[in-house]
């Protein structure tokens, strides 16, 4: 097991994903071994982004410093490891970790305009992604797929798209785009979108604001406290809804409650009726 760095310049060709001596030390990673991108070194990654199809690493790290680019929109950079790591600050990331079973997103750069992502990923074998803080997107472009057992968010934002099969997803903070199905989905502060036509087994509202726009089915929805919005005009049903506390609105002419059950714990409780 190697610790290579990507410094990008010293092969033939500058940005080069397949030229050898672009590693220091010389030579493509291998497996096992693990790699950085560091603020010593930022060349952007720019062509062969997918030279390491297939390469199980160690840990991948893009420290804080780096601020190159990585792939473009047509072209992701594989790369896929025991660990991915990101730190950087380049509004312009296109990675896909493939089975990289641990994602941490520590921080990124800002998004270049309204509507992207600064770091875009997919992956097919994510058991959990952490985004602590940052601008994301999780197989956010059309056509991408992604499997993620469990995404934990503390802040930043983060879209989920609609090719991915979600199943854990839990909010603490962040401000979440959710276009796809998933199991379960707590939200404790920030807020959570649901958008397009994605089911919800259960649903659960603990804090902050759950804005639901998605045509789905929600099997079971929990309401302890925050607010829960089903979007006006919106043809929804929610089989059955659990209220502890906290607001739930929705329109009638649009939304089947098929079982309401309020909890009697003399907790504040409001059901908003508004009609579009």
Not at 29 to 36: E, I, S
Not at 132 to 140: K, T
Not at 191 to 199: I, Q, R
Request: proline residues 1%.
């Amino acid at each position: 097991m190697a610790d290579k760095l990507w410094n990008g310049t010293l092969g033939t060709t500058a940005g080069d994903f397949s030229d050898a001596a672009n590693f220091t030390p010389s030579g493509l990673p291998t497996t096992g071994d693990n790699l950085r991108f560091t603020g010593q070194y930022t060349q952007s990654v720019s062509s062969n982004e997918s030279a390491l199809t297939g390469v199980v690493l160690g840990n991948i790290v893009v420290e804080r410093g780096y601020s190159g680019s990585l792939g473009d929109s047509t072209s992701n950079v594989m790369l896929t490891g025991s660990r991915f790591e990101y730190y950087g600050s380049t509004s312009s990331a296109f990675v896909d970790v493939e089975d990289t079973a641990n994602v941490f997103i520590y921080s990124t750069g800002a998004a270049s305009s309204t509507g992207l992502r600064a770091l875009y990923l997919v992956g097919a074998g994510i058991s959990q992604l952490v985004l602590v803080s940052g601008s994301v997107g999780l197989a956010a472009m059309h056509g991408q797929s992604s499997v993620a057992s469990s995404v934990r968010v503390a802040g930043g934002s983060l879209t989920i798209g609609n090719g991915v099969t979600l199943t854990t997803l839990q909010n603490k903070g962040g401000a979440v785009d959710v276009h796809c199905a998933a199991t379960t989905i707590t939200q404790y502060s920030g807020s959570v979108t649901l958008k397009e036509s994605g089911a919800t087994t259960t649903l659960n509202c603990a804090g902050g604001l759950i804005t639901d726009g998605s045509t789905g089915t929600v099997t079971t929805a929990n309401v302890t406290d925050g607010q829960l919005v089903v979007s006006y005009g919106i043809a929804k049903t929610i089989t059955t809804l659990n209220q502890d506390a906290g607001t739930v609105t929705f329109d009638p002419n649009n939304v089947t409650i098929s079982t309401y059950n309020l909890a009697t714990n003399n907790r504040p409780a409001t059901v908003s009726v508004s009609e579009a």
